[in-house]
């Protein structure tokens, strides 16, 4: 079930309906009814995956806790199968295809000719709820909190649907609480979330669809696109996916606010950022911080030597690249992303002393190059487009096939401005200003006005169906 379609408009006001009339007590219940009924509105198989996932980390982590008094040595092993069990599903569904291509390319350099591709569907959103569960069983090995004994409870936590299939990949100690306390309705929360709902629609289906349609018409054939269609595709796309995923997040948390819990905060202006290290701290925050925590701080993170501190950077990276997606041009992505942070501690006095504007254009200049990475279907025809782009700019041929790409004159002004708004709002974040409050300080009546507008308008301009076909969010692949 996807939040931009009709089957959740009709989903969310059911649900809160019965919620709020619903006692304290049958609260939990519904929800977690609800949020398996949402993740299986996709494939019922999934919710076996989603439940085995749930059981293992809660088996797992209360035995642990019952091994509080024992040696390490137990406790580890504990940890070592459940988090081995844990990966064990996400390396096969995700991986499994992967792992087999590469190893027959090694054979047939050996001179063994053989293929296998098996029939595996992706699972929705496993990397999200698996990585969520592995940083709670983390948790209670690291006795940073206890275990929790109501499986319902945990149940809910790791199915818990506004997060589950794109995140952001809460914590235990911010979600699990609040689970425990008694949610009644309150308007002013329930207007919050609906302001937060509707700029999370706005960039998904005004601007990242609509971005979508040049992007998925230039990568379709980059051997044939032209190197400056391809530069504008790469900062579309650069737009797309963070209207994209943005979108998706501010509508979970909006859809949770509605309900009563706060889901953490997964973008700060990240394109405002005046390096790549501080991008990564604006980006996909929930992300950023698990590979932070529970694999960069455990490889030794900055408390070793240098080198070991740089290696430590780019091998996060790598798996977070890896994370993204099984093919070489996402483990180049990340390889990317983590030599440019070296290169960020390396010359760290040089910047300081550059003007702030052109370091965040330099900084999202590099953000680029690595979404071409990202967003091409291979690594080699990454190369080859990054390649054409660099020939075309030092060639300054004319575009012959700019408007070939799906999006006329009228589309691409409103893109323009879509980009512009989403950039002004960011711009006014940063320096710590919130839209969103400022709006609600208005009077009722203004309010009133704003959202029915704002509806109209992504109604209106919103990229539905038909030749355009909206896009699915992108990270549900991951």
Known sequence: MLFNSFKY?????VLLLFYFVFPAKLKNWWLLICSYFFYMSWNAAYGILLFACTAVSYAGAIALQKLQGCEASKRKAVLAATLTLLFASLAFYKYSNFILQNLFRLLHVAGIKTSVQLDILLPVGISFFTFQAAGYVIDVYRKDIDAEKDFFRYALF??????LVAGPIERSRNLLPQFAESKNFDFDRAKDGVFIMLWGYFLKMVLADRAAIFVNNAYAHPYDTEGMTLIFATVFFAFQIYGDFYGYSLIAKGSARILGFDLMDNFKSPYCALSVQDFWRRWHISLSTWFRDYVYFPLGGSRCSKLRTYFNIIAVMALSGLWHGAGWHFIAWGLLHGILQVADRITHGVQEK????LRRFATFFWICIGWCLFRAPSLKSALYSLKAMGGFILKHRRIHDFYNMGLGWTELKMLYLCIFILMAVDAFNYKGVCVRSFLQKRS????????????VFIVAVGVWGGEYNAADFIYFQF
């Open 354 to 357: 550059l003007p702030k504007m």
């Open 158 to 163: 790791v199915s818990f649907f506004p997060q």
């Open 9 to 13: 408009i009709i989903f969310l006001p």
């Open 444 to 455: 009722a009546l203004t309010q009133i006005l704003i959202v029915a507008a704002s509806v």
